[in-house]
């Protein structure tokens, strides 16, 4: 059995009559590639605010190496060491991208010097391919780089899990295949990642494991090949897909 | 902006020699200034001086973390009173007043800011309207503490050396070094950090570890004790004190008006719209008297129009566009 840094036992969250994520039970197993996926509205973005604790669960507890964090606020959370970036990019956009970086530095990452902040950031901005644009103010940068530059915020948190909501979504060809390198790059690292993705071909090359939401209920988990075999999964998620591949087709 | 850029990098190029001889001589000037002014003089020189310290409040707060305060007035003659009912009491000695006053200041806004800080844009403003009219309505009906509508004479003072107008001079023109030193300190610190991720985006800024409601009350703490003190030292100038007065909407009007005409979250642009703001309304009540009150309106409205900014981003903008 493979240690989970990350547990959901019995996770809830209701809006009103509407069970966006319903009785989630989901380990999390340390330094390995979890792909979060299923079709849109099943709930995967409103889980990954719970875990970061952006909105409250309305029944269930969430484990993080251990400890309990529901109930946290988010910046005890991000402080824990759980990092994650938006799917709809969240720079800010009247500071440079190494002020950006340093600031996540300088609070998550824990670092008290601002010049240490600083230089740390510049090693993280260096990470992910967009040094030579330190200077340039995060609203002037293109898509592609503000979501590196997301991913250069995140790792400045000094994560022990990385949350990825469609980190890869509106990149193309090039972009799309140095965000997949680079992603297996901080799995190497040791980093676990749970990754939400909508690209079949990103999801298959890059996760260990699988997990399926659908209509907020878990219907899938565990080896990525066996859960894009079960009957279920093709039923819920991959066959409407592919079925729409088909007509468009 | 300005601040964000004096909080990332060191001060442009300048020799720091030349910066340590403009500051001498800037601060030589304000100290030198009473020898050489008559009383009606002393007297705007002292008001410039308590609006700098207003506008540079309302700045933490409106400023660097962007919440729209219009609580200026309710700490500004929250302190008044403090001040002069301590000083009336005849229980603490002149100087002792202010320091008082904003620690009270202080305390008042961390127990407030906690609730109206988990407003948001017109909420808080209106939240935070409402406090100066709460606290005005307080001290207008406990009577027995503030007298009342009849208000509070304070005793007079005997300065130790100088002219009284005089020592509320340096009195005000140390607190208006206190709060600049302040400003500078926090745009630089991670405070100051904190409160910039916040103004422009405080969900992220809280994915990146940030305590916003923290750093909020904090911010608002700073823009009520400095106007607290400011009051205190009002309450003695003036020597009589009433709600109508202290508790005057029109100052929480025009500390972020003047931060606005300056500059928004820069360092010095409070004080110089504080300064370019007053001298514009002596010469209208001197000139034109009969339409002062208008004169507000259209600086807002010119304001929207023109400089949305205030005048030193404009200006930075337009070096920008020519370099």
């Known amino acids: ?13 209701h809006f009103g009559g509407l069970r966006a994520v319903n009785d989630v039970t989901l380990s999390v197993p340390q330094g390995r590639i979890m792909g979060l996926i299923g079709p849109n509205g099943a709930g995967k973005t409103t889980l990954v605010n719970l875990i970061t604790g952006m909105i409250k669960l309305s029944a269930g507890e969430m484990w993080f190496k251990g400890a309990r964090i529901d109930g946290l606020a988010p910046h005890r959370i991000s ?9 709809i990019v969240q720079p800010f956009p009247e500071m440079t991208a190494l002020e950006n970086v340093a600031a996540a530095a300088m609070f998550a ?4 010097s601002q010049s240490e902040a600083r230089d740390f950031a510049e090693s993280q901005l260096e990470r992910v391919g967009l040094l030579e644009l ?5 609203s002037r940068l293109s898509l592609g780089q503000r979501k590196r530059l997301e991913f250069a915020k995140s790792l400045a948190m000094k994560p022990s899990i990385l949350l990825l909501d469609e980190v890869n979504a509106g990149l193309h060809g090039g972009e799309l295949a140095e965000a997949i ?11 676990t990642i749970l990754i939400i993705e909508h690209l079949m071909k990103v999801v298959v090359s890059l996760c260990d494991d699988l997990a399926v939401l659908h209509h907020g209920e878990l219907i899938a988990n565990g080896p990525a090949q066996q859960v894009m075999g079960d009957e279920h999964v093709i039923k819920a998620y991959l066959g409407e897909r592919y079925l729409k591949r088909q007509r468009a087709g | 902006m300005l601040a964000s850029l004096a909080a990332s990098f060191p001060a442009r190029p300048l020799p720091r020699i030349g910066v340590g001889v403009l500051i001498a001589v800037a601060l030589g000037l304000l100290i030198a200034l009473p020898l050489g002014l008559d009383n009606y003089y002393m007297r705007l020189a002292t008001t410039v001086l308590m609006y700098c310290v207003l506008a540079w409040s309302w700045n933490f707060i409106g400023g660097f973390v962007g919440y729209p305060s219009f609580g200026i007035a309710a700490f500004f003659g929250f302190g008044a009173y403090a001040g002069a009912i301590l000083l009336s009491a005849k229980i603490i000695p002149f100087w002792l007043s202010p320091i008082l006053a904003a620690a009270g200041c202080f305390a008042v806004a961390v127990v407030i800011g906690m609730p109206i800080l988990r407003l948001r844009g017109h909420y808080f403003a209106v939240a935070s309207l409402g406090l100066g009219e709460v606290f005005r309505e307080l001290a207008m009906s406990w009577t027995a503490l503030t007298g009342g509508g009849m208000g509070i004479n304070l005793p007079p003072m005997r300065p130790a050396f100088g002219t009284e107008a005089q020592t509320f001079y340096y009195a005000m023109l ?4 206190v709060t600049l030193g302040t400003t500078i300190v926090v745009a630089r610190s991670r405070l100051g950090v904190a409160f910039r991720c916040i103004r422009q985006n405080e969900e992220a800024a809280n994915m990146i570890g940030i305590d916003a409601t923290r750093s909020k009350i904090i911010a608002f703490a700073f823009s009520a004790a400095l106007p607290g003190a400011a009051g205190a030292i009002y309450a003695s100038w003036v020597g009589y004190i009433d709600p109508s007065d202290v508790f005057d909407i029109l100052n929480s009007v025009k500390a972020p008006v003047m931060v606005l005409l300056g ?9 110089i719209g504080a300064l370019i703001y007053l001298v514009f309304e002596e010469f209208v009540t001197h000139h034109l008297l009969q339409f002062h009150a208008g004169m507000l309106g259209i600086i807002i409205v010119a304001l929207v129009l023109f400089m949305p900014h205030g005048l030193l981003e404009t200006l930075r903008r337009r070096k920008q566009g020519q370099a």
């Open chain 1, 181 to 191: 390198t680079l992603i297996r790059s901080l799995a190497q690292d040791g980093l």
């Open chain 2, 174 to 177: 140390i607190l208006a070094l």
């Open chain 2, 263 to 271: 500059g928004t979250g820069t360092i010095f642009g409070p004080a």
């Open chain 1, 109 to 112: 990452g824990n670092i008290a």
């Open chain 1, 1 to 13: 059995m493979m240690t989970a840094i990350l547990e959901l036992r019995g996770v809830s969250r």
């Open chain 1, 134 to 138: 330190r200077s340039t103010l995060a």
């Open chain 1, 79 to 87: 402080r824990l060491g759980i990092a994650r970036t938006f799917q």
